[in-house]
């Protein structure tokens, strides 16, 4: 049974930060890479960037450059994202997601988390 489970959504002001998690157990593990998407209401899922299980190679979207990390923890199969000054248009469910070789397009990963709301407030 494959599991992603994200956690630490919630509600920041702008300017603000936000640590999510993903915790991944069964097939996910055979999946080289672990994705961050986001989407806001009304709008297509956007990649927000990725990593890979070994923590050699990180991709990020322009918009999140500068500003988001993504890290992981091999000890307790976790993948995290870092969110730092936060802008209202980071306001998006997010989601990780699992995949044999990555990418920055949804169809390029197999399993995926149940999401989890960011809401930046002015």
């Known amino acids: 049974q494959v599991q992603l489970v994200e956690a630490g959504g919630g509600l920041v002001q702008a300017g603000g930060s936000l640590r999510l998690s993903c915790a991944a157990s069964?097939?996910?593990?055979?999946?080289?890479?672990m994705g961050w998407f986001r989407q806001a209401p009304g709008k297509e899922r956007d990649f927000v960037g990725l990593i890979t299980w070994s923590g050699g190679i990180t991709t990020y979207a322009e918009s999140v450059k500068g500003r988001f990390a993504i890290s992981v923890d091999n000890a307790k199969n976790t993948v995290y994202l870092q969110m730092n000054n936060l802008k209202l248009e980071d306001t998006a469910v997010y989601y990780c997601?699992?995949?044999?070789?990555?990418?920055?397009?949804?169809?390029?990963?197999?399993?995926w988390g149940q999401g989890t709301q960011v809401t930046v407030s002015s």
């Open positions: 997601a699992a995949g044999a070789f990555g990418g920055t397009f949804s169809r390029d990963y197999d399993y």
């Open positions: 069964g097939r996910a593990f055979r999946r080289n890479v």
